[in-house]
């Protein structure tokens, strides 16, 4: 599966923005946005599985933001809400081919096929 990100930019804290990833098929399991920010290990932000079941959403992101897929474009698009400073990463869109157990569905370590990430810088 191929992998194309888009929907970075800069905002200011408070802001919005709706990250998208489009992939070139449904060959994939799980699907999910990650993020890594300039000294830190990627880390999963959420995902969710080709039916756009079995969702994560990480503490940092939860009630914040939202992940939908969208069957008919192959899309996958990550809502993004009351941005923070600390929301400032490079994010990426990855696919798994096969189920994992629960606790790992949004563990980037399991996720083999990556798109070339977005950068979001929130500032002001």
């Known amino acids: 599966v191929q992998l194309q990100a888009s929907g970075g930019g800069l905002v200011q804290p408070g802001g919005s923005l709706t990250l998208s990833c489009t992939t070139s098929g449904f060959n994939y399991y799980h699907i999910g946005w990650f993020r890594q920010a300039p000294g830190k290990e990627r880390e999963g932000v959420s995902c969710?599985?080709?039916?756009?079941?079995?969702?994560y959403t990480s503490d940092s992101a939860r009630g914040r933001f939202t992940i939908s897929r969208d069957s008919g474009k192959n899309t996958v698009s990550l809502q993004m809400n009351n941005l923070k400073p600390e929301d400032t990463a490079i994010y990426y869109c990855?696919?798994?081919?096969?189920?994992?157990?629960?606790?790992?569905?949004?563990?980037?370590?399991?996720?083999?096929?990556w798109g070339q990430g977005t950068l979001v810088t929130v500032s002001s």
């Open positions: 990855a696919t798994r081919a096969n189920r994992v157990i629960s606790s790992r569905r949004c563990d980037p370590s399991v996720y083999g096929s």
């Open positions: 969710i599985n080709y039916r756009g079941h079995e969702a």
